[in-house]
């Protein structure tokens, strides 16, 4: 009873205020609120889905999510096959928590100052003679495929992963499960990848999840190192939110809903799918 | 549902009537009454020379000569907007902000949701100083501001460029083509308000140059002008930093990489902050400022009074101060802010014409009386906005 009344609590804590900032941009949306708007109206939804842009947003959102989870993960995993082989600790381990200290707008600087054109790299690289100047130095950010964001998204994330998968790993008994995997005649690669990596990212499916709705929404790292176009779907809703024309205000609202069903959906889904608890981790 | 029922219908109550409305005062009145009140003005602080100005001079002369305590809260057009609208939205009684930094396009913003205090101008007795015959002061993107804004200075848009790298600069659109082929990546153009502006400047030059644009927005000018921009933007495009592949978000940006090399021009609304910069160590000596034949636009910047101010009394006596000969002789000097007055020198004492004759002429950038021929009328706000968003489909999205 008394747990059920603290789920309660919680729920309303933190599902009210987003069904309720859901509630009033729905509204908005629809015109039912708003200084400008006039009444109940589809037209700022008709606008919002006049042109590619919204669709581009979210999609380089969902792409930025993908390629970063793809790039964090199994570099975690094989950090956490490292010191399952060589045992935890050691300098690596201990510094590999600084990471998490830093804000992303802190990072997303600091990797601007390594990979711009005009950065640490591209003058290290013309010092050494690698290139001829600022215009030889490949263009790591602002760039087409948001290598400058994947970088950083790598940077900030992957030590709490992979952390977290070492310390999986060494709950999870793979001693046991590796001595039968080689009884059936199980190569080092073989454990690694069916059983090892399975294994690691299935019990952390809930955090994974929640992670990649963090990088769906993120902001400060894509402000400083996206491009201008397609810029992801928070940038999208903050410029029609706030730039010059407050007719757009509206449409910004619409984005707004999208995004955040897009969002309950996805970690509905892969929620349920998995049939994870949440509280696991 | 009761809660999503809540939020609906905080978002749907109206605005509380204005707390105080100083109108109808006498000038002692407002003065005495302003004594010990605190108040907060947002203003945009990307300068360390005029958050210097401000923190230095204006707040301690304030709490000197009339016992105001005011605070600088940072945020510039849009961030004023949001604010003031939300609290209206949310029905708040009296605002956080009373006081705000403002040009035309938030003018027209503030307008659109009545937002502003006023007519107000007219109560502050500095008003019989400002040059109200200077169609740069009097008309604010082409709006008359009949006294719901104050003018508190007057810029015109400016190129910035290395003069070592760049002997020549490119003085019409046709020399900045030939210009970018020959130099690709080293221009570009801020996908925020000063590269906006910049794209106004050309549009009214492709219009047939100054006045073209004069008047309420008019949307078959813009059909007719608005493609031949684009078409040229798109010319160039490939020859732009980054490939044209993106865009500045913030003159503060563009500032830097042209600091870093990366950029060998970038530009300013203030025509004469080439100077300050050089002095802060942030710009190469060797930067200049320069208008092209082809024209900027001047424009002035303003004084707003929220129209949900507690404090409107206070409020007024810090415009007053502002636009005082004494604060706007500071704030022109090179070395202080560089910002152009807005006042009349004719309408000023004879002591306080030739302290305003002796200011320090300018060292990198123009004198402005050489570019006052190549200077443009902001147009109406609406051409801003179709700009913006059409840069965006037509240039960038491209």
Known sequence: MRKQLVIGVYLVLTGGPLFAGLGYSLAYSLGLTGLLNEGFTLHHWQRLWSGSDALLSL?????????????????????AWWQYRKGRGGLFHKILFLP???????????????????????????????????????????????????????????????????????????????????????????????????????????LIVLYAIFLFGAYEV???????????????????????????????????VVYTLSVITLATLLLRRGRFKLFEV | MSIFLTGISLSCSNPAPALSDPAGKSWEEILAAARGSSL?????????????????????????QFGIELSLAPGQGNDVVSTLMTEIEAGKEASEIDLVWINGETFFQLRQIDGLYGPFVSLLPNEKYIDWDNPFIRYDFQQEVRGYECPWGNVQLALIYDSIRVPEPPMDLEA????????????????????????????????????????????A????????????????KPYF???GESFPASLAQMHQLFANGELWFTMSNNDSEVDNKIRQGIFPASSRA???????????????????????????????????????????????????????????????????????????????????????????PEYMMRLFEDFRTEVMER
């Open chain 1, 59 to 79: 999609g380089y959102s969902l792409y930025l999510t993908v390629a970063s989870l793809a790039l964090i993960l199994p570099a975690a995993v094989l950090f």
């Open chain 1, 100 to 206: 998490l200290t830093f804000p992303p707008l802190i990072a997303a600087f600091a990797w601007y100052y390594l990979l711009s054109p005009g950065g640490l790299l591209s003058r290290a690289s013309f010092q050494a003679g690698f290139t001829g100047g600022i215009g030889d130095f490949p263009r790591l950010v602002n760039d087409a495929w948001g290598i400058g964001i994947l970088l950083t998204h790598l940077f900030l994330i992957f030590p709490l992963f992979a952390i977290l998968f070492a310390h999986q790993a060494e709950k999870e008994r793979m001693g046991e499960l590796e001595a039968i995997s080689r009884t059936l005649g199980g190569s080092d690669r073989q454990f690694l990848q069916g059983v090892f990596a399975p294994l690691l990212l299935k019990r952390s499916s809930p």
């Open chain 1, 222 to 256: 894509p402000l400083l190192l996206g491009r201008s176009s397609p810029r992801v779907a928070t940038l999208f809703i903050t410029e029609k939110m706030t730039k010059y024309n407050l007719l757009d205000v509206p449409v910004g609202h619409a984005m707004a």
């Open chain 2, 40 to 64: 907060t003005m947002m203003m945009w602080q990307g300068d360390p020379l005029i958050n210097r100005y401000m923190q230095d001079y204006v707040v301690p002369e304030l709490q000197r």
């Open chain 2, 176 to 219: 900045l083509e030939s210009w970018l082929q020959a130099h690709p990546g080293k221009f570009t153009i801020g996908n925020e308000f000063t590269g906006m502006t910049l794209l106004k400047s050309w549009l009214i030059h492709l219009a047939g140059g100054e006045g073209a644009l004069n008047g309420p927005f008019d949307p």
């Open chain 2, 221 to 236: 000018k813009y059909e007719q002008y608005g493609p031949q921009l684009w078409e040229y933007v798109n010319r160039i």
């Open chain 2, 241 to 243: 930093w980054n490939g």
């Open chain 2, 290 to 380: 320069y208008v092209p034949a082809t024209g900027t636009i001047q424009n002035s910047h303003y004084l707003g009074i929220s129209r949900f101010s507690a404090r409107k009394e206070a409020a007024l006596v810090v415009c007053n101060f502002l636009i005082s000969p004494e604060a706007q002789w500071k704030k022109m000097q090179p070395a202080v802010w560089g910002d152009g007055a807005v006042l009349s020198l004719e309408k000023l004492p004879a002591e306080w014409q030739e302290r305003f004759r002796d200011i320090p002429g300018r060292k990198h950038a123009p004198e402005r009386k050489e570019i006052q021929d190549r200077a443009l009328l902001e147009p109406a």
